[in-house]
């Protein structure tokens, strides 16, 4: 099993930064990707970002590329993301995911999630 922990929510005007952390504990060498998803109020949870453990290669939903970046510590199993020139629909829960398998399909493990909520 694999632990996920979330932190770095919180509320920021529009234009700000924020930045997320997801640590990770347990059987951490079986993770291959880790993932940032977000959900907001009425709408179905949406992939953020996701970076391969190995190589650390991204990949990016199209609406945050070039103002979120995802990074990783291998030494701290932490993974960060970096939410920059935030707009208010970037409002959500923002949920950390791993992943066991390349490509990933269906992440099996998932934080308890992290509001962050942009005002006007």
């Known amino acids: 099993q694999v632990q996920l922990v979330e932190s770095g929510g919180g509320l920021v005007q529009a234009g700000g930064s924020l930045r997320l952390s997801c640590a990770a504990s347990?059987?951490?060498?079986?993770?291959?990707?880790m993932g940032w998803f977000r959900q907001a109020p009425g709408k179905e949870r949406e992939f953020v970002a996701r970076?391969?453990?190995?190589?650390?290669?991204?990949y990016y939903k199209d609406s945050v590329k070039g103002r979120f970046t995802i990074s990783r510590d291998n030494a701290k199993n932490t993974v960060y993301l970096q939410m920059n020139s935030l707009k208010p629909e970037d409002t959500a829960v923002y949920y950390c995911?791993?992943?066991?398998?390349?490509?990933?399909?269906?992440?099996?493990?998932w934080g308890q999630g992290t509001q962050v909520t942009v005002s006007s």
């Open positions: 995911a791993a992943d066991k398998s390349w490509p990933p399909i269906t992440y099996v493990y």
């Open positions: 347990g059987r951490t060498s079986s993770v291959l990707v």
């Open positions: 970076i391969k453990w190995s190589n650390g290669s991204t």
